[in-house]
Nanobody, 123 residues
Framework: HVQLVESGGGSVQAGGSLRLSCSAS????????MGWFRQAPGKEREWVAH???????AVADSVKGRFTISSDDAENTVYLQMSSLKPEDSAMYYC??????????????????WGKGTQVTVS
């Protein structure tokens, strides 16, 4: 049974930091691309960052220099460290997964598995 469980969201003032976590189970974590997406009210879901188990991270230009994605393969957990947060970063943040080579990890419609999301609010 595949599960992706996000945690770490909350409310923070502009300029603050949060670290999101996504705990994965039920699939071979090391064979998957793990991604973070976000969706603000009235907006389309957008890719934020992804990482593959060999450590190749990628982040969207909108968060480059402020957000960092990392993975603890031993714990099957992916993290999103968010710093210098802005009000426009406010959104529901989702963790998602797709087997490596099965599609583009930057495309939300390609992702196989999704968590329920964690809310980030920046004021």
């Amino acid at each position: 049974h595949v599960q992706l469980v996000e945690s770490g969201g909350g409310s923070v003032q502009a300029g603050g930091s949060l670290r999101l976590s996504c705990s994965a189970s039920g699939f071979t974590y090391s064979s998957y691309c793990m991604g973070w997406f976000r969706q603000a009210p009235g907006k389309e879901r957008e890719w934020v960052a992804h990482i593959i188990s060999d450590g190749r991270p990628a982040v969207a230009d909108s968060v480059k220099g402020r957000f960092t994605i990392s993975s603890d393969d031993a714990e099957n957990t992916v993290y999103l460290q968010m710093s210098s947060l802005k009000p426009e970063d406010s959104a529901m943040y989702y963790c998602a997964a797709i087997p490596v080579g099965h599609g583009r990890c930057t495309h939300d419609r390609a992702m196989d598995y999704w968590g329920k999301g964690t809310q980030v609010t920046v004021s």
